[in-house]
Structures are given as C-alpha cells and as structure tokens.
DNA sequence: ACCGGGATGTTCT
DNA sequence: GAACATCCCGGTG
C-alpha cells in the first residue's frame, strides 16, 4: 500500500469537511462510493465501499434521533460534520451515521450497507452467520458487526487520519444518477425520499 | 416465498 | 408500558 503523505489513510485521501457542510439529503448521495476503513495501522485492517446510505435530519425531521434535542444518546449528533455517531439499535445492534450540516443542525447519514473491499476473513470471523460475502455487511447493523465498529467508537473524527475509523476517497466518484428512495423502518415521515443507493449494486440491503 | 416472533438498551408516553 | 433508523430463525405454503 502507497503512503503518499501524512494525511493519506491506508486505502485513499480523507473527504474534505467542506462537502460535510450541506443538508443531509444533499450530503447522503454524495457519500456513495466512498471508503470506510477501520484500523489498518499495524492492526490488520477492514474496509468498504458505501453503496447504501439514509439522510437524517433534525428539528424538520420527526424520523430522526435529534429531533427532540439531545439526549446522552445522541449527543455526538451535535458535533461537527464529520463526527461518528454510533446508537444501539434494538437494544443489539450497532448502526453508524456521518454527522452532516451546518455546526449544531445534528443531521446525520446513516450508511446502510457497504461492498467489502479489504479485512474480508476478519469480517468472516465477525458476522459467522453470512453465508455468502456479500451478505458481510448488506445492512447497517451487519456493517458494524463486520468492520467491528461498536459504542466505544461514538463520537469518533472521520476526517482524522490517526482515526481508527476514517472516510476516505479512493478515486472512485459519486454515481451521476443515485436512486432515491423512501427510508426503511422508519414510521413518520415515511415518503420524504432520502435513501440513496449505487444504481443496481447488488450489495444493498433486503 | 412469505410471515411471525424473540432478543433487548434507550427514549418517550 | 410501548416504540424503535435490526437481524435471525423457524414455521408454513
């Protein structure tokens, strides 16, 4: 693997926090196509590329975490784009969002499902029920599960390169033509269309 | 294939 | 007490 600079992760250059900075739902497509990477600095790291994403909004949106302020759950919502927020879903899972937005909006981008790319016998060893690997990580609590992202990473920098969770670009653009759709298991605001996915990647999820 | 239920932390009514 | 940004399993067609 090239190192080509202080501020370059193990698969790719770390997104620039300006492109953090728009509406969540502006935010989410232009997620698609980047890396996730965990660990990788001595520890034999894990990666994959974002296919699935969800857009979260705050007071506008009665869906989202924030919307009825904050909580000690959700507090990291509240820090800067770029922020991990990590919440405990079902009282089991683990789900991870990009925190988005102007400073203090708390909206967020909930990653639903990633194509493994790198670390696949970790993520093997991790989700022992896939049967197959694009099963590894084709929903957000499976992704977790698969890059071994848990509560301990809440609040994390994404933008950071010494990060042990990090987003990156590896040269691979944003689809021109994502296809939005309506959020999943939610229960209010259930039409606004802000699941973005990677036109016909089989990764996504369900 | 579809459907029902169990697991269970945090938040809200 | 109930809902929830989920996942897995076992039953039935």
Partial sequence: MTRRGGSVGVGGRALSRRVLLDPPEVVAPQLLNA??????????????RIVEVEAYGAADDPASHAHRGPTPRNRSMFGPAGTLYVYRSYGIHWCANVVCGAPGTAAAVLVRAIEPLRGL??????????????????????????????????????????????????????????????????????????????????????
Avoid at 35 to 48: I, K, W
């Fill in 35 to 48: 890396v996730l990477e965990v660990g990788g600095r001595g520890a034999p790291g894990r990666a994959g």
């Fill in 121 to 206: 016998e970790g993520m093997r060893a991790d989700r022992p029920r896939a049967r197959r690997d694009r099963d590894l990580a084709d929903g957000p609590g499976k992704l977790c599960a698969a890059l071994g992202i848990g509560g301990d990473d809440d609040g994390a920098d994404l933008l950071d390169p010494d990060s042990r969770i990090r987003l990156v670009r590896d040269g691979v653009a944003p689809p021109p033509d994502p296809a939005a759709s309506a959020r999943i298991g939610i229960s209010r605001a259930v039409d606004l269309p802000w699941r973005f996915c990677v036109p016909d990647h089989p990764g996504v999820s369900r």
